[in-house]
């Protein structure tokens, strides 16, 4: 069982930046993959970026690429998301997700576990 606490999220403008964390309980972190999910009011879930296991292998949704960046550090159980240059339509809820597993999973359908969620806000 690993249960996920995001945290990080606030109400920026446009162009700042936030660092979204997720702390993940559990002595395995380390063999599970990760991701990082949004969902904007009226909106759908969509994916933002995932990382591999070790940290070796990640992938980003195109609206966000270049922008973002997805890091962990397997000692502190974490995983991270670095938004830079932040848009009005980055405003979500930022919700993170971990699955056993040896490869990136980009398909929130594949994870079986979910933090709370933490919301980001960009004005214009």
């Known amino acids: 069982q690993v249960q996920l606490v995001e945290s990080g999220g606030g109400l920026v403008q446009a162009g700042d930046s936030l660092r979204l964390s997720c702390a993940a309980s559990?002595?395995?972190?380390?063999?599970?993959?990760a991701g990082w999910f949004r969902q904007a009011p009226g909106k759908e879930r969509e994916f933002v970026a995932a990382?591999?296991?070790?940290?070796?292998?990640?992938y980003y949704a195109d609206s966000v690429k270049g922008r973002f960046t997805i890091s962990r550090d397997n000692a502190k159980n974490t995983v991270y998301l670095q938004m830079n240059s932040l848009k009005p339509e980055d405003t979500a809820v930022y919700y993170c997700?971990?699955?056993?597993?040896?490869?990136?999973?980009?398909?929130?359908?594949?994870?079986?576990?979910w933090g709370q969620g933490t919301w980001v806000t960009v004005s214009s």
């Open positions: 990382i591999s296991y070790s940290g070796g292998t990640t």
């Open positions: 997700a971990a699955k056993g597993s040896f490869r990136v999973i980009i398909r929130d359908y594949e994870y079986n576990y």
């Open positions: 559990g002595r395995t972190f380390s063999s599970y993959a």
